[in-house]
């Protein structure tokens, strides 16, 4: 989910191990980070941690994705101690001057996604926003090239994501939580110093100062997913400083951890029911079953199949039923992924298995040269840095049959997800996030009704915990996570018309 007259030699390489590792840079002192200048230039390809690849692709007008790191506190609570620096991209507006708000800032989600990389992979789908804003994101701390967390190394993940996660016996579960363990200490032995200080409300706080380096009076803000909770979170902690803000596929902030996997086990399985439903109703036949019930009951057979024996995936590993499940899901997250859902049935059950294989290493931030992004280390850290709740063996083998009857496919496999951090290093923050903002500016929140990981209820749950006057509900009827990069016309016009012109749709607006 992984890293340089002797005796002072070896206390040097371990001081500068120690800070690489960590993250951290000099002590602040008496410097005011809010008066920092960023030093804008052409952006790098994105880092390993990030995902690799190749330097973003010029702009449409000619221009370039510029990078600059910013420097923010490693503890909050000690502003003034060792810094952090924390990665930035932004996309310069394409509009003239007279026109332009300000800085657009996007977190796509995850926990642990970069958004050092992932803007630029989606900048095309905001180009209509960028007439009147810089677009800017960013790697959270934690993630990516912002004192990225580093646990086990890539060897050691590919052997983690193929273990079973859906433990059959006393043995089967005993390994899980050694393996969990495992990778727990590797967190704690590479990047102990960085892992307290990862909490959402610490991302909320960096997103201040750059708000206030950046020169703008309020944050104007775009959050995907996660980026919705870590929106809600900048709304309590700083409601005077919201500007014009868009959640979309809200996580519910009412929810513990618990209570949010068996929602995201319905999720799935309502997102399953619909993929089999479209399949299964197109005009020609669907490849991997007759009736809907026959597309699930095949794929429940297949996993089963899996369990007793893995077939082969992307060489030299095999599919396991894990690996499988969480290919599978992968593909629920967008309906342009069905086909290649489909596809990678129609191979698993003819033996092959590298469809669902590659599906899954998307999910867990693989690469075809076999190296991992920080993406899981981040996200488990920043979660488990969060949640207070801490769940045994008995606790989930308690809720195993309403995780059951929430989703015949899905539900051993999340409700086992919640021993993930039993043994963290650092304790849990609360049981869920505050988001109360009184007095904060509207915020348009747009719930998908067949949104797999964030369920469509979380977004009028969102809604009623900002507080009165200040969440404004939208829904989407569609498919996948989030609804803005549907490329929906009436979801698009709302969300423009309020960021760029300030006008608020009616609540309860319904797009479809």
């Not at 803000?221 to 980026?227: E, K, L, N």
């Amino acid at each position: 989910m992984p890293n340089p007259s002797r005796l002072r030699a070896a206390a040097v390489s371990a001081l500068l191990l120690s800070c690489l590792v960590a993250g951290c840079g000099k002590d602040a002192g008496d410097e005011d980070l809010t008066a920092q200048k960023l030093d804008w230039e052409d952006c790098p390809a994105p880092s390993q941690a990030e995902g690799g690849g190749s330097a973003p692709s010029p702009l449409p007008n000619g221009g370039t994705w510029q990078c600059a790191t910013m420097k923010a506190p490693l503890d909050w609570d000690d502003p003034k101690g060792d810094t952090i620096g924390i990665a930035l991209i932004r996309a310069q507006t394409s509009g003239p001057a007279d026109r332009r708000i300000g800085s657009l800032v996007f977190n796509f989600g995850g926990p642990g996604g970069s958004g050092v990389s992932t803007l630029p992979a989606f900048g095309e789908d905001y180009e209509k926003l960028r007439t009147r804003y810089d677009l800017v994101s960013f790697d959270p701390r934690g993630v990516g090239r912002s004192a990225g967390v580093r646990c086990e190394n890539d060897r050691q993940l590919d052997a983690y994501f193929q273990q079973d996660t859906t433990p059959d016996d006393a043995a089967e579960r005993a390994t899980l939580l050694d393996n969990t363990e495992e990778f727990n200490a590797a967190c704690e032995r590479n990047s102990g110093k960085t892992l307290p200080h990862v909490r959402t409300t610490d991302a909320a706080r960096d997103m201040d100062l750059m708000r206030q380096v950046l020169g703008d009076r309020r944050l104007y803000y775009f959050g995907i997913s996660y980026g919705t909770e870590l929106g809600g979170v900048y709304a309590h902690l700083f409601p005077k400083n919201v500007g014009r803000a868009v959640f979309d596929a809200v996580v519910d902030p009412t929810q513990t951890s618990e209570q949010g996997a068996l929602g995201q086990a319905r999720g799935f399985q309502r997102a399953l029911d619909n993929y089999a439903e479209d399949c299964t109703s197109q005009v020609e036949d669907c490849p991997v079953g007759d009736t809907a019930e026959d597309v699930k009951n095949r794929i429940a057979t297949l996993l089963k199949d899996l369990d007793a024996k893995p077939i082969p995936g992307a060489f030299p590993r095999e599919l396991t039923q894990s690996a499988a499940t969480n290919g599978i899901a992968q593909a629920l997250y967008s309906k342009d992924f069905w086909p290649y859902l489909t596809e990678g049935l129609e191979q698993a059950y003819d033996g092959d298995g590298r469809i669902l294989m590659l599906l899954s290493d998307s999910m867990n931030g693989r690469s075809e040269n076999g190296e991992y992004s920080n993406i899981a280390a981040a996200n488990v850290s920043i979660n488990c840095a969060d949640d207070k709740p801490r769940y045994s063996v008995a606790d989930v083998e308690a809720r195993l049959p309403e995780f059951r009857a929430a989703s015949p496919l899905f539900g051993d496999f999340l409700a086992w997800s919640m021993v993930t951090c039993t043994d963290w290093p650092v304790p849990g923050a609360a049981d869920h996030p505050d988001v109360s903002a009184p007095g904060a500016a509207p915020i348009l929140v747009i719930g998908n009704t067949g949104d797999p990981a964030t369920p469509y209820e979380g977004a009028g749950r969102m809604v009623d915990a900002l507080g009165e006057g200040v969440g404004v509900e939208l829904t989407y009827r569609g498919q996948g996570h989030g609804a803005y990069d549907s490329k929906n016309e009436c979801v698009q016009s709302a969300v423009n018309g309020y960021l760029l012109d300030g006008t608020v749709p009616a609540a309860g607006t319904v797009c479809s």
